[in-house]
């Protein structure tokens, strides 16, 4: 019960590391705010998911609405003091990654990956770290990067910035929101098996590559990352803030 009666906001929970980090925090104990873009096909995931939730003796609210919408963080705040009273932590974790080559990336392409990515955020961390502060009792935060911060993609020209902005986000914010007791943090996954890399991973070769790069010899599952955020968002992380947490595999120490 590491967030016992704790309000979590996690967006992009729908599915994939989101809702794996949203069952986990409820089984520590937290009530959560399900974030996703509000899609017609994502919703029955959603409903799925409160239900598992509530079956866990906790509860969960959805708020669908675009990451990238900078009102969207009021909107999750908004819904995490209406239902839960507070917000104690928030998880930003939303993103999306859709391949492409560099040379002949599509302007709409890689606007709609900044905006959804990192400026949307930005937004949604300031509503949360604004709440926090009035509340007066600290909080943590917690932004999902990627291995991708640390080193390149070919395909992901567009993503790899976001996700060393997110780091770098968490590094400022863990200075500027410190005398709040607010702490900032971000997890660095490797290659977790979800949608977002499912046609990436369809390629034997390429995925057969992966697990080979992987010293713990197997691909990443979303709730590999469930401890990692629970343990950031929890007191026996109360003196860990600005730091990055590398969920892997150790794939990105094996450089041979
Ligand atoms: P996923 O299974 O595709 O889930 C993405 C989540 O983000 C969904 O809940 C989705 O909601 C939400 N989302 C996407 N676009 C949105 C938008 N415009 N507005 C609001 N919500 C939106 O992907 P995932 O692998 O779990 O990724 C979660 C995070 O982990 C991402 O930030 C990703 O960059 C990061 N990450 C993943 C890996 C990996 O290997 N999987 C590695 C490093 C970092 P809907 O269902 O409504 O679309």
Same mark, same amino acid.
């Given at each position: 019960?590491?967030?016992?009666?704790?309000?979590?906001?996690?967006?992009?929970?729908?599915?994939?590391?989101?809702?794996?980090? @949203?069952?986990?925090?409820?089984?520590? $104990?937290?009530?959560?705010?399900?974030?996703?873009?509000?899609?017609?096909?994502?919703?029955?995931?959603?409903?799925?998911?409160?239900?598992?939730?509530?079956?866990?003796?906790?509860? %969960?609210?959805?708020? *669908?609405?675009? @990451?990238?919408? !900078? /009102?969207?963080?009021?909107?999750?705040?908004?819904?995490? &003091?209406?239902?839960?009273?507070?917000? /104690?932590?928030? &998880?930003?974790? @939303? $993103?999306?990654?859709?391949?492409?080559?560099?040379?002949?990336?599509?302007?709409?392409? +890689?606007?709609?990956?900044?905006?959804?990515?990192?400026?949307?955020? +930005?937004?949604? &961390?300031?509503?949360?770290?604004?709440?926090?502060?009035?509340?007066?009792? *600290?909080?943590?935060?917690? %932004?999902?990067?990627?291995?991708?911060?640390?080193?390149?993609?070919?395909?992901?020209?567009?993503?790899?910035?976001?996700?060393? =902005?997110?780091?770098?986000?968490?590094?400022?914010? @863990?200075?500027?929101?410190?005398? +709040?007791?607010?702490?900032?943090?971000?997890?660095?996954? =490797?290659?977790?098996?979800?949608?977002?890399?499912?046609? /990436?991973?369809?390629?034997?070769?390429?995925?057969?590559?992966?697990? =080979?790069?992987? !010293?713990?010899?197997?691909?990443?599952?979303?709730?590999?990352?469930? =401890?990692?955020?629970?343990?950031?968002?929890?007191?026996?992380?109360?003196?860990?803030? $600005?730091?990055?947490?590398?969920?892997?595999?150790?794939?990105?120490?094996?450089?041979?």
């Amino acid at each position: 019960m590491l967030l016992e009666n704790k309000s979590v906001i996690i967006t992009g929970a729908s599915r994939g590391i989101g809702a794996a980090a @949203a069952l986990e925090c409820a089984r520590q $104990g937290a009530n959560v705010v399900i974030g996703y873009s509000g899609s017609e096909s994502s919703r029955p995931l959603v409903k799925d998911l409160i239900a598992e939730i509530e079956s866990l003796g906790r509860k %969960a609210v959805e708020v *669908g609405a675009p @990451a990238g919408d !900078p /009102d969207t963080g009021d909107k999750l705040v908004k819904a995490a &003091v209406d239902a839960f009273g507070g917000v /104690d932590v928030f &998880v930003n974790n @939303a $993103g999306i990654c859709p391949f492409h080559s560099f040379l002949d990336m599509p302007r709409e392409t +890689y606007l709609e990956t900044v905006n959804t990515n990192l400026n949307g955020a +930005y937004f949604a &961390v300031q509503a949360a770290a604004n709440r926090m502060k009035d509340q007066g009792r *600290g909080g943590a935060i917690i %932004a999902v990067s990627s291995i991708s911060a640390l080193v390149g993609g070919g395909m992901q020209t567009h993503y790899t910035p976001t996700k060393a =902005g997110l780091l770098s986000l968490m590094q400022s914010c @863990a200075i500027a929101l410190g005398p +709040y007791g607010i702490r900032c943090n971000a997890v660095l996954p =490797g290659t977790i098996e979800t949608d977002i890399n499912k046609e /990436d991973l369809a390629d034997q070769e390429k995925r057969d590559y992966m697990i =080979g790069r992987t !010293p713990l010899g197997r691909l990443g599952r979303p709730e590999d990352m469930g =401890g990692p955020i629970v343990f950031l968002a929890s007191d026996m992380a109360q003196y860990v803030t $600005g730091a990055s947490l590398l969920v892997d595999g150790g794939m990105f120490v094996n450089l041979q």
